[in-house]
């Protein structure tokens, strides 16, 4: 006949540390976002270098302030 449980001599194996557990999840959970990020995407380098390229341009606009006076005008007749 088989044994359905271990035999009382083996120790269970140890679990591992919850702080190291915690570390693998965080890892994991990491490397998901990443791998999700990038899905469809060929040149991963050249899309986060064109949105960093956006967002300097975006807060260089913003730092100058409002248009001047002599901008653009809308009228309407």
């Known amino acids: 006949m088989g044994l359905c449980f271990p035999c009382p001599a083996e120790a269970a ?4 540390d919850l702080e190291e557990k915690r ?3 965080a ?5 998901r976002q990443k791998e999700a990020a990038s899905r469809g995407i060929l040149n991963v380098q050249s899309v986060e270098e064109k ?3 956006k967002e300097k341009i975006e807060k ?3 730092a100058s302030g409002p248009p ?3 901008g ?3 009228t309407v007749s």
């Not at 194996?13 to 591992?16: A, H």
């Open 13 to 16: 194996p140890p679990s591992p």
């Open 51 to 53: 949105r960093k390229k």
């Open 68 to 70: 001047p006076e002599g």
């Open 23 to 25: 570390a693998k999840l």
């Open 27 to 31: 890892e994991a959970a990491e490397r």
């Open 72 to 74: 653009l005008r809308w």
């Open 60 to 62: 260089e606009m913003a």
